[in-house]
């Protein structure tokens, strides 16, 4: 056997041609060394088989990923997958069941995934430690919400992959690829420290805003209305004359009806006469209009890629110019949504957390709510009028 070996030894092949990436391995293949590691790609009977095999495998084996296997015929690829799901949104999208917003959402997690596991990956290949891999790489870039909410929405795509039998097995995700425990989100929110305005801060902002942020602002502090809701108000939705706002809230359908200030209602009729002229018809119904003449938030198809939807919001940036001018510290999360935190916080000190639910369009799951049939406007003023007494110093 040894003196075989050592035939064997003698006979190995030169490199085709200088600057060839792979050498001949005693035992027969073309080897190269990646990472650490020895990979195999060929006999040496066929060098340009070998070569090719290591072009196709090289982005991932130096990437420390798993190259996908070659024996895939007929097998469900991340392009299969991500088209079929990405149709099935659009279809909820077309029904009204779907926001532009959501459906935006789910079309950068299928370019996430496409980037990381490439197009041509066949689903049955993907084995956990990619997940792993993929998961650490999403945890450098992303708070423990954000990677949470990514890897629930990765996690649906292959299901619809399961569900609609695009694959015959359920995808084995191991361990690893699971949203951050219910004790690291806690500790990221203490290090945040909270996500709302004290009422100096709140009136230092109101009176440097211009007429139509303050508008914003005022129903955000008021009615606990988030950057989709001010984006999304319908000038119907408003009776000014008694003060009030019906408004189901865009993310859930929820319906809600709030009790406006006076300093509200006197904020929207000046911002309703400084709006600019809506460039789509569609949108002459809104009560604020961006200064191109556009809805405030909205979501389109991206410039170089106008199958990827993207979120286009005017309000966070303009309500994040107006802290720094004011030299207010904006710490993460302390932004336009933050207004909506400290109207949930304040309006507690109602005692009435069903009324506070009611006017910020929380979903409520529980059994007295099958059954609650109204809620009363004067326990709804009676919240408004708290968080009033909070901000300016005296009830309404």
């Known amino acids: 056997m040894a003196k075989s070996s050592v035939s064997r030894r003698k006979q190995k092949p030169k490199k085709p041609y200088d600057g060839f990436p792979l050498w001949p391995h005693p035992s027969g293949r073309w080897c190269k060394k990646v990472r650490g590691r020895f990979h195999y790609f060929g ?13 196709r495998e090289w982005p991932y084996l130096s990437d420390g990923r798993t190259p996908p296997s070659t024996n895939t015929s007929g097998a469900c690829t991340m392009r299969t997958l991500c088209n079929s799901f990405l149709t099935s949104k659009a279809h909820k999208l077309e029904a009204v069941e779907l926001s532009r917003r959501s459906f935006g959402d789910y079309h950068v997690i299928c370019q996430r995934l496409i980037d990381e596991f490439g ?11 990619g997940f792993r891999r993929f998961r650490a790489k999403l945890a450098k870039t992303m708070g423990p919400v954000a990677l949470g909410n990514t890897i629930v929405r990765c996690r649906s795509a292959f299901k619809f992959a399961h569900d609609e039998q695009l694959i015959n097995h359920p995808v084995h995700f191991g361990q690893s690829f699971d949203k951050p425990s219910a004790t690291t989100l806690r500790r990221a929110r203490h290090e945040a420290g909270p996500k709302m305005f004290e009422a100096d801060e709140l009136r230092k902002i109101l009176d440097a805003a211009d007429p139509i942020m303050r508008a914003m602002i005022l129903l955000a502090a008021n009615c606990g209305f988030g950057n989709s809701d001010v984006a999304n108000l319908p000038i119907s939705a408003v009776d000014f004359e008694n003060g009030w706002v019906e408004f189901p809230r865009p993310k859930t359908a929820v319906e809600r009806r709030c009790p406006l200030w006076a300093e509200t209602v006197a904020a929207l009729r000046e911002a309703l006469a400084r709006r600019p002229e809506p460039k789509d018809e569609a949108d002459i119904k809104l009560c604020f209009i961006s200064k191109r003449g556009g809805r405030i938030v909205r979501t389109k198809p991206g410039q170089k890629n106008e199958s990827r939807m993207v979120t286009v919001n005017t309000v966070s940036p303009a309500f994040a110019r107006l802290l720094k001018n004011l030299d207010i510290n904006g710490r993460k999360g302390r932004n336009f949504y933050a207004l909506r935190h400290t109207f949930e916080t304040i309006g507690g000190e109602s005692k009435d957390q069903v009324a506070v639910n009611a006017i910020m369009g929380h979903v409520d799951s529980s059994m007295a709510a099958t059954y609650r049939e109204r809620i009363s406007d004067e326990r709804l003023k009676a919240v408004t009028d708290v968080v009033h007494a909070w901000l300016f110093g005296n009830a309404e």
């Open 43 to 55: 006999p040496w009977s066929d060098p340009e088989g070998a070569l090719e095999r290591f072009n």
């Open 119 to 129: 197009r041509d990956r066949p689903i049955d290949d993907i084995r956990s430690d």
